[in-house]
């Protein structure tokens, strides 16, 4: 892969390198073997093994399993019933993020799904797309999207995280991700709350342990930060970017911008022209 391409896709949440679908032989098998990136499968018909380490799981229709990278990995058909599978390889930078809130992970790399054919149609979609003169790209991302998001529903342990640590981390990232989106909106703190799905007050605590900052405070600097960038554009008005950043009131604006930075906005452009 060129290194450029490569660069890039290591900053992109979710990107494909490969699909495709097999009717295995009797007793087809691949591996030991290494990946440099997430591979799961999922058996339509017939049966096989996956062993990672000492561990070894049987599987059969309606059953997947998830390679990560850098693992060795042995997979088998059955000798006798030899399966269908179909795959997907991918990784970008919320790969294993996503994953996790599936609960796929190294210690937990298998699943099921029988209750319908969403999911084997998901991966129909994902291998059909390939003969798609246009959008292609567009239509694989989209189904492997929509797969990872119905193995999140049925997480019966909601988001998996390894540590308290890590699941406060994981509501922290959440709740800076949605300020990032929707700075310009008229959000609060309840909607950011309701967003990680925590109530106000508690997630209000656990950010300000790990930030020093309440929410509130975040928000409001976060929108001045970005105020600031826009001001050395002489074509915005104040009021302009009073509603770009979030405030429909620009004398709102105005005072909050002062507090935080010392001087107003039209007083902070004309310190940037000296």
């Known amino acids: 892969m060129d290194k450029h391409l490569a660069d890039t896709l290591k900053h992109t949440d979710l990107y494909i390198y490969q699909c495709g679908s097999d009717h295995c032989d009797n007793g087809h098998a691949y591996g030991p073997a290494v990946r440099d990136h997430f591979l799961i499968h999922f058996v339509h018909s017939g049966k096989g093994i996956y062993k990672i380490g000492n561990e070894v799981y049987e599987l059969e229709a309606g059953s997947g399993f998830l390679i990560c990278p850098d693992i060795i990995t042995y997979?088998?058909?059955?000798?006798?019933?030899?399966?269908?599978?179909?795959?997907?390889?991918?990784?970008?930078?919320?790969?294993?993020?996503?994953?996790k809130d599936a609960n796929l992970t190294l210690k937990n790399p298998v699943f099921k799904y029988t209750e319908d054919d969403f999911i084997s149609d998901c991966f129909h979609e994902m291998n059909s797309a390939y003969y798609l003169k246009r959008g292609g790209d567009v239509k694989r991302l989209a189904y492997l999207y929509l797969f990872l998001h119905k193995l999140?529903?049925?997480?019966?342990?909601?988001?998996?995280?390894?540590?308290?640590?890590?699941?406060?981390?994981?509501?922290?990232?959440?709740?800076?991700?949605?300020?990032?989106?929707n700075y310009s909106r008229k959000i609060?703190?309840?909607?950011?709350?309701?967003?990680?799905?925590?109530?106000?007050?508690?997630?209000?605590?656990?950010?300000?342990?790990?930030?020093?900052?309440?929410?509130?405070?975040?928000?409001?600097?976060?929108?001045?930060?970005?105020?600031?960038?826009?001001?050395?554009?002489?074509?915005?008005?104040?009021?302009?970017?009073?509603?770009?950043?979030?405030?429909?009131?620009?004398?709102?604006?105005?005072?909050?911008?002062?507090?935080?930075?010392?001087?107003?906005?039209?007083e902070y452009r004309n310190l940037l022209q000296k």
């Open 75 to 99: 997979y088998k058909a059955d000798d006798e019933d030899p399966w269908n599978y179909s795959w997907i390889g991918f990784h970008g930078i919320k790969a294993e993020s996503y994953l």
């Open 152 to 181: 999140t529903e049925l997480n019966p342990e909601g988001l998996y995280y390894d540590s308290a640590d890590s699941r406060r981390d994981a509501y922290i990232t959440q709740a800076l991700q949605f300020i990032e989106m």
């Open 188 to 266: 609060t703190i309840d909607s950011i709350s309701k967003h990680v799905g925590l109530n106000r007050s508690y997630f209000n605590s656990i950010f300000k342990g790990a930030l020093n900052v309440t929410l509130q405070e975040y928000l409001i600097e976060f929108r001045i930060l970005k105020a600031c960038e826009l001001l050395p554009n002489q074509e915005l008005s104040v009021g302009n970017i009073s509603r770009s950043v979030g405030y429909t009131d620009p004398l709102l604006f105005s005072k909050i911008f002062k507090q935080v930075k010392g001087v107003t906005p039209s």
